[in-house]
């Protein structure tokens, strides 16, 4: 981690996304090594990075989208 002397040098916070399939349902984390989704929004997993993304994409059949926060 490193040290921030000025705060207007500081790094911006990366873009969080989350993930919906084709159902309309969120990505809310693995289960049993799997992909888990979920109707209810307020259960979504947030994401950071594409490698997550297509982590997520090998583990369903679904159709999957990235949904900016």
Known sequence: MKA???KKLKE???QEFIVMNEYAQVF???KRGYPNFSDDYEEAR???NDAQ???IQQGTSFKL???PL
């Open 12 to 14: 911006p916070k990366p």
């Open 28 to 30: 809310s984390g693995l």
């Open 46 to 48: 947030t994401i950071v």
């Open 4 to 6: 921030v002397l000025n």
């Open 53 to 55: 993304f297509r982590i």
């Open 65 to 67: 989208e990235k949904l």
